[in-house]
């Protein structure tokens, strides 16, 4: 009898923690990792929807900590597993580790010995991700990073203009749409691109951000390909045209799915970590 108590007590034990694992959080506002419904750190309230879950450990591995920067850049820290450790990660595609998608995955960074480290170039921001931390024992933790999406609200009157460009007879032309297996022929070249230009409204001091431009694909997977910080004068409204040839996205789209998906495209542009304008296009 005694003996049956026991095991029903540990059986009941391990389905507690099971529990608190699935139900772990972290917080949007510091990042700590919690399990009741108020933040242990700042006492944020445990969002509804748009908050970071936590994956269960592996090899005991544990990513403590995913704070979004108000730069735009995220900082995961994590504990556990043998040194090196590699970090990469997938746009969210389904909750089985996206298994059955062709979804890209990148990898940010190798050979890491320390327990930290903070993403500038590779996340867009808002965006939900599969972060992929694995150590030198070839453990794997899958961690779904799943942030509070942001828009730029701090200069009233700023918006984002977007032109389609394409290399005509050795002239840039401006053109409504592309198509696909034009793009397939051409895709090393540099003859399809986007103009995009970032009109800010008044303001007394300069802009110090961090600029980011994604590409959106039809299935909603992004792609981040331009990252730049800026310092703009207060009396600049319009900081000028910037001209993407994209021949990197179309090389890593070709490389990775063979292909050029037809469909609605939408292009993003984000200043730190909200987002400051979005145009769609169409590539059939």
């Not at 730049?228 to 990775?256: F, H, N, R």
């Amino acid at each position: 009898m005694k003996k049956t108590a026991a095991i029903i007590l540990i059986f009941a034990l391990i389905l507690t923690f099971a529990t608190a694992l699935a139900d772990a959080w972290y917080c949007p506002e510091c990042g700590q990792r919690n399990e009741s419904n108020f933040c242990s750190n700042c006492g944020t309230k445990r969002p509804e929807s748009g908050g970071t879950s936590a994956s269960s450990s592996a090899g005991g591995l544990s990513i403590d900590k995913a704070v979004a920067n108000s730069d735009g850049s995220v900082t995961f820290s994590w504990s556990g597993g043998t040194s090196p450790y590699t970090l990469q990660y997938e746009w969210y595609g389904n909750d089985n580790h996206n298994i059955g998608t062709d979804i890209i995955l990148w990898t940010a960074a190798e050979g890491i010995y320390g327990s930290s480290t903070t993403l500038k170039y590779d996340l867009v921001p808002g965006e939900r991700y599969w972060i992929i931390l694995k150590d030198s024992d070839n453990h794997t933790l899958w961690y779904d990073y799943h942030p509070k999406r942001e828009t730029f609200t701090g200069i009233s009157g700023s918006y984002m203009v977007l032109s389609l460009r394409m290399m005509r007879n050795k002239r840039s032309s401006t053109v409504n749409s592309f198509k696909a297996n034009e793009i397939e022929r051409e895709y090393l070249s540099t003859l399809f691109g986007a103009t995009i230009k970032m009109n800010i409204g008044k303001r007394n001091s300069n802009l110090v951000c961090t600029a980011r431009m994604a590409m959106f694909l039809p299935n909603g997977e992004p792609l981040l390909f331009h990252v730049e910080d800026c310092d703009i004068p207060g009396w600049m409204s319009a900081p000028g045209w910037e001209t993407y040839d994209m021949k990197y996205v179309w090389t890593q789209l070709m490389s990775i799915k063979e292909t050029i998906p037809a469909g609605r495209y939408t292009f993003r542009l984000y200043v730190d970590n909200g987002l400051f304008g979005q145009e769609d296009i169409s590539i059939n």
